[in-house]
């Protein structure tokens, strides 16, 4: 997976346009500095476009991009080559490969000519992307030519690369468009560079597991410093985790709808048997007693080889203790933290960063669509906390996990809050378990694939036997996600 | 077959997962009577200089070199693997026992630190730190025994900061940003740095499969 820092140039500055209006350009300074500052280690592809030559129709930033090819990268240019003059211009200014727009879907003449004339290795076809459909024109209009028609052409030019944008994609909110190159992947062997909305390093991951991605152009993030190029790990076969999760009240697991409405669902130890004999890769158990049922713990962790992960009431280091020696690997804090966070710093000291997990209830607060407050008291009481911030606070304080339960979706089966999920997934680096929602076996994907989750957790699906643990396996598996 | 009861919390977990795996135990702090033993498992979580403090003070550290120099199986798992080894780098540099060459680094890299979850093995493994001769393609080690009827990719379940890497002895190794050592073998001493007592049926099969040993 090549990583492919991008920068847009203005009048020899590195700028981010908003809704590519050229009079809100926002200026991050020279090139060179931006580069640097960025840490590009050498070697690597970088993605430049010249706004003002996507303008006026001529190359404008040659002097740049000659002192960038300096440099140990490759750099790709684009912005208006709308000529095999344009494409020789650039190339003499040390350009390795050029980026040219619409010319694929509107222009394939000139496409084929510039292939001829430089080679297909130097040419890196735009594909722009809207609900299925090539947009082409700064995207102002929809192309008359299919997906299939382009691709099919790109690869009868034996172009082995396109860099392939959705643009209905809102970046930072959702993430890269995983579908659109998902369903590449059966009409093309075009190696794909996915632009747009790369936003964190779950999202490069999740692109390296598709296949057919070979690498992704990353802007904002890097220039924002969300994103850094050395956070972003080289493995991505290390298996996700599903873990069934069991409410417990009175010694018996109970299901209810957004912690209201609880009916029972069965005898504790028979559903923790059942679900590793499944492939259950851990196990949590909440007790929503909040009573932190010894007994019952001690009966389930004598029965099951894989850990466990409990939590409900705790509230004091001792109580900590207790389940431990009870049996569990790992416990879940909660409302005691959110109302005394050194908790968790003295919990993480006492027993270890990985026995310390976050558990973080959180509700959409309605002052923005990417609020989220922190609740207490499993859910019922809306604490004025940001949920993102505690998740990172937690983090700081030695959480080695974070169980991240959408109040909103909990119990609801219509998928897990994957905003959410992307929200805190972007801004810690320890593993986010995502709760709440799971209803069909593509949420299980999602929560992972766009979420950014490191392990997905369902409770009433799996009791009500609607998936089990194997189905969600099998199809994260399917869709290219490592499981055990 | 002898557990040292070490001070942590996970001893009843392994003792539970042994049983299983069918072993009659002995689960003791009696440095007289592990010296005397065949097989012995050492167990360990937290950290490695507390680990090989308490093992000093108990004169357990001994008892281990003795029983293995007359020829005892052992078995070390997560930090007992750990301490297998020279030294370890957490917190300054503290001896282990020696009984495998090699260091114990703490990870570096992109991945969260510690490692908890899942992570699948590579068996089969030849010396990762030493490059075949020139022509000659990387000769396979044939599996170590306690990895009997596992298969190459199974999945076993680690909590770590510190790990081995590329070491002579090394029978498995898994990848966390960078491969690492996942099991040991030098004669009749084993270790292994996940926690098969929570590795399901595969890890309770490695714990047949040292119980097998003779």
């Not at chain 1, 909040?290 to 939590?311: C, H, M, Q, Y």
């Not at chain 1, 026995?355 to 604490?383: K, M, N, Q, Y």
């Not at chain 2, 072993?23 to 012995?40: N, Q």
């Not at chain 2, 950290?47 to 403090?53: D, G, I, L, Q």
Request: proline share 4%.
């Amino acid at each position: 997976m090549q990583l492919i820092p991008s920068l847009d140039l203005l009048n020899g500055r590195v700028v981010r346009l908003t809704h590519g209006d050229f009079d809100t350009a926002r200026v991050y300074g020279d090139p060179e500095a931006v580069l640097d500052a960025l840490q590009v280690p050498s070697g690597a592809r970088l993605h430049v476009v010249d706004l003002e030559a996507s303008r006026s129709g001529r190359p404008i930033e040659t002097g740049i991009v000659r002192r960038l090819a300096r440099r140990d990268l490759v750099v790709q240019v684009g912005g208006g080559i709308r000529s095999v003059d344009d494409a020789r211009r650039w190339l003499d200014c040390g350009a390795g490969r050029l980026v040219v727009g619409t010319v694929a879907a509107n222009a394939p003449e000139l496409l084929a000519s510039l292939v001829e004339t430089f080679g297909p290795e130097r040419i890196v076809p735009a594909v722009d992307v809207r609900d299925g459909v090539i947009r082409v024109d700064g995207w102002s209009r929809a192309s008359s030519a299919s997906l299939r028609d382009v691709f099919a052409r790109l690869e009868e030019l034996q172009l082995p690369e396109a860099l392939v944008t959705d643009i209905a994609r809102d970046g930072a909110l959702r993430g890269p468009s995983f579908s659109l190159y998902r369903s590449l992947r059966a009409l093309t062997t075009v190696r794909l560079i996915a632009s747009g909305g790369v936003s964190t390093r779950g999202d490069i991951i999740s692109l390296s597991r598709l296949g057919n991605v070979s690498g992704c152009v990353i802007g904002k993030a890097l220039l924002e410093g969300r994103l850094r190029l050395s956070d972003v790990p080289l493995s991505n076969s290390i298996p996700e985790r599903v873990i069934p999760c069991l409410d417990v009240r009175g010694g018996r697991v109970v299901k209810g709808v957004s912690f209201e409405n609880i009916r029972d669902a069965g005898d504790p130890v028979e559903c923790a048997m059942r679900y590793e004999a499944e492939g259950a890769d851990e196990l949590v158990i909440l007790d929503i007693d909040r009573g932190t049922d010894r007994d019952t713990i001690r009966r389930v962790a004598e029965s099951i080889f894989i850990p466990l992960t409990v939590g409900g009431g705790v509230r004091t280091l001792e109580d900590f203790r207790t389940l431990l020696r009870a049996g569990a690997d790992r416990v879940a804090i909660n409302t005691a933290a959110l109302l005394r966070p050194e908790l968790i710093r003295e919990c993480a000291e006492e027993f270890g960063v990985q026995a310390v997990v976050l558990s973080c209830d959180a509700r959409r607060s309605g002052f923005s669509p990417t609020s989220w407050s922190a609740t207490i008291h499993s859910g019922r009481e809306v604490t004025n906390v940001d949920a993102v911030a505690w998740c990172r606070r937690a983090e700081e304080l030695g959480a080695g996990e974070i169980l991240l339960t959408s109040v909103d979706r909990d119990g609801t089966n219509s998928g897990f809050d994957v905003e959410l999920l992307r929200a805190v997934s972007g801004a810690v680096k320890i593993g986010v378990i995502a709760s709440g929602g799971a209803g069909r076996v593509e949420d299980f994907r999602d929560a992972i694939e766009s979420g950014g989750a490191r392990a997905v957790l369902a409770a009433s699906l799996f009791h009500d036997r609607v998936l089990t643990v194997a189905d969600v396996k099998r199809h994260l598996a399917a869709e290219g996600i490592p499981v055990r | 077959m002898i557990l040292v009861d070490s001070p942590v919390a996970n001893v009843a977990n392994i003792a539970r997962a042994l049983r299983a795996a069918g072993a009659t135990l002995d689960v003791t702090r009696d440095a007289a009577a592990i010296a005397r033993a065949s097989k012995i498992v050492l167990p360990g979580v937290g950290s490695f200089a507390a680990a090989m403090t308490w093992l000093r003070e108990t004169r357990i550290d001994a008892a281990v070199t003795e029983a293995v120099a007359s020829g005892a199986f052992l078995l070390g798992i997560c930090v007992g693997h750990q301490l297998l080894f020279d030294f370890s780098e957490e917190m300054g540099t503290t001896r282990g026992l020696g009984l495998v060459h090699g260091a114990v680094r703490r990870y570096e890299g992109a991945l969260p630190v510690p490692q908890i979850g899942w992570n699948k093995l590579r068996l089969n493994v030849g010396r990762a730190s030493a490059r075949p001769p020139r022509g000659r393609r990387a000769e396979a080690r044939p599996t170590s025994p306690l990895f009997e009827g596992i298969e190459d990719g199974e999945a076993f379940y680690f909590v770590n900061s510190y790990a081995a890497r590329g070491v002579a002895s090394e029978v498995a190794t898994a990848d966390y940003d960078g491969p690492f050592t996942a099991a040991v073998q030098q004669e009749r001493v084993f270790g292994v740095q996940f926690h098969p007592e929570k590795s399901s049926a595969a890890g309770l099969r490695v714990l047949r499969n040292f119980v097998a040993c003779n």
